[in-house]
């Protein structure tokens, strides 16, 4: 297939990048392109224009102020992948983002595009949903700033009006000494996941689970925290009985079918990958 004709701009400013998207009817922002021209070869998309944001200075960047991680729409997986500072401070998205695709898709692929195209197998999406992200966005009208948890409007689709643009995204570090874990299930390593978990730990002085987070990626139409599974774990000490019935918990979540996966099975994934997840977040933790 041939991707459909479409105009081309390549802005070299976030001003004109904004205006073009302001006066330009059903134009799509292209940045690392790994799902967009796939979309348009196949016809699954249809703008009218494309804007292209590779030249605009500014939107790539890995930035730690001593409480918040900020990292710009146009930073590539890659430079994610081999960040120090991620590794340190966020070692559950460096841990996620080696499940990216294939070196070649994360030397192209963004941050900001992958939370934009917002596939519900994406690691960095299940990511940014554990970990209670900000996403920034920008118009000609301004500035705002969405929760992670308000992001997704629709499947495959972000709260955007047609003339705002992702910039950045903010992530908050746990604390040192919690325990994280991302697993996910596919065919093949690169492949999309069917299914994945991306847990996070913290423990009191006294042993017991003071903070948790368990989110499922690939499951539903976008990542879903499991807010009862979290529960069940807070103010235990996590012994294999609780993570076992937290697990059992994430099995309950309504899971989508499709014509290869059907939706029990999703359900049987997440309850494994929840359990080990959780296993090894806790065996990484500081107790």
């Given amino acids: 297939m041939k991707a459909p004709d479409v105009d081309y701009v390549a ?5 004109e990048a904004l205006r073009c998207l302001a006066h330009t009817k059903n134009a799509r922002v292209l940045a690392g392109g790994q799902s967009l021209m796939a979309m348009l070869n196949m016809r699954f998309a249809f703008p009218d224009c494309l804007v292209d944001i590779n030249r605009i200075p ?19 997986q890659r430079e994610v992948e081999f960040s120090d500072l991620i590794r340190s401070r966020l070692p559950i998205l460096h841990e996620a983002v080696l499940n990216v695709g294939h070196r070649q898709t994360r030397n192209r692929g963004t941050v900001g595009g ?12 299940t990511i940014a949903m554990a970990l209670d992200a900000q996403i920034h966005i920008d118009s000609v009208r301004g500035r705002r700033t969405l929760s992670m948890a308000e992001f997704p409007a629709d499947y495959m689709t972000p709260a955007l009006e047609p003339d ?29 996941a069917i299914a994945s978990a991306a847990v996070l730990m913290q423990f009191e002085g006294d042993g017991r689970v003071g903070r948790c987070a368990i989110t499922l990626g690939g499951v539903a139409s976008a990542p879903v925290r499991v807010a009862r599974a979290e529960a069940a774990l807070l ?11 937290a697990a059992a918990l994430c099995a ?23 359990g080990r997840a959780v296993r090894q977040a806790r065996s990484r933790a500081i107790r």
Avoid: K, N
Wanted: proline share 5%; charged share 25%.
């Fill in 164 to 192: 705002e643009m992702v910039t950045g995204v903010s992530l908050q570090p746990w604390d040192a000494g919690h325990g994280w874990s991302f697993l996910e299930f596919s065919r093949r390593h690169g492949d999309f």
């Fill in 252 to 274: 309950e979540v309504e899971a989508a079918s499709d014509a290869y996966v059907p939706g029990w099975y999703r359900q049987r994934l997440a309850r494994g990958l929840v």
């Fill in 58 to 76: 500014g939107l790539a960047y890995i930035e730690d102020d001593g409480q918040t991680v900020r990292i710009g729409a146009m930073t590539r």
């Fill in 114 to 125: 992958s939370l934009c195209q917002l596939d519900p197998s994406a690691e960095i999406p």
């Fill in 235 to 245: 103010g235990t000490r996590a012994e294999d009985a609780d993570i076992d019935a």
């Fill in 11 to 15: 802005p070299r400013s976030l001003e």
